[in-house]
């Protein structure tokens, strides 16, 4: 695809429930990345992906999060037992490769609402 | 850990030039990422310091010092679309990944 798309671009749930982020990032980039941005802050790092793997999910807020990248391309985020905390704009980006992990391929976000 | 610092607001007017400025800490260091957002965009890739000096792509250059802990980013020719949030971010020990700070909100003024 021309550029790194994300699924649903809204999602409102409640309290309790369970949601599942979809992002489809640039073809050939092996490298993958979620952030959470909230309003006036900067993304904030939440797992990157080199190929299928999980490379490093240290910014992984507690164990209700948790994504996957089975074929070393699409990712889905999943939440369990949202909480109204959890509201946030869901960012994912792709980069070319680890090396080039400096310049990022963002996508349009998820825009979560937790009621 | 890493903190980044950057103004959280400037105002500057058309046609003129603005510094945004960067002073990070980090464990480690590979370099520092200049990512411009307007409301309700993605982030997008402006430019890469890895060594110190000065980057010029176009309207806009990148400068870092290394051994200041410090970037700017400078943006000549303002224009209106110019008006948005400009966040610095730094490749961490890792090289894993980049940890972005709070944000500059660019207001340009005609």
């Known amino acids: 695809g021309a550029g790194v798309s994300q699924t649903p671009s809204n999602k409102v749930t409640e309290k309790g429930k369970y949601v599942e982020l979809r992002c489809d990032p640039i073809s050939g980039h092996t490298a993958l990345y979620w952030y959470r941005q909230s309003l006036g802050q900067g993304p904030e790092f939440l797992i990157y992906?080199?190929?299928?793997?999980?490379?490093?999910d240290s910014g992984l807020p507690n164990d209700r999060f948790f994504a996957v990248r089975p074929e070393g391309s699409v990712s889905t985020l999943k939440i369990q037992r949202t909480e109204r905390g959890d509201s946030a704009v869901y960012l994912c980006?792709?980069?070319?490769?680890?090396?080039?992990?400096?310049?990022?391929?963002f996508g349009p976000g998820t825009r979560l609402t937790v009621l | 850990g890493q903190s980044l610092e950057q103004p959280s607001e400037v105002t500057a007017v058309e046609g003129a030039i603005v510094q945004i400025n960067c002073t990070y800490q980090?464990?480690?260091?590979?370099?520092l990422s200049w990512y411009q957002q307007h409301d309700g965009g993605a982030p997008t890739f402006l430019s890469y310091?890895?060594?110190?000096g000065l980057e010029e792509t176009g309207r806009f250059s990148s400068f870092l010092s290394r051994s200041d802990s410090y970037g700017y980013l400078l943006l000549q020719e303002l224009q209106m679309k110019d008006s948005a949030s400009y966040f610095c971010?730094?490749?961490?020990?890792?090289?894993?990944?980049?940890?972005f700070g709070s944000g500059t909100r660019l207001s340009i003024r005609p």
């Open positions: 310091n890895a060594l110190d």
């Open positions: 992906f080199q190929g299928t793997g999980a490379a490093d």
């Open positions: 980090t464990s480690g260091f590979y370099g």
């Open positions: 971010a730094v490749r961490d020990s890792s090289a894993s990944k980049i940890i």
């Open positions: 980006a792709s980069s070319q490769s680890p090396a080039k992990g400096y310049e990022q391929f």
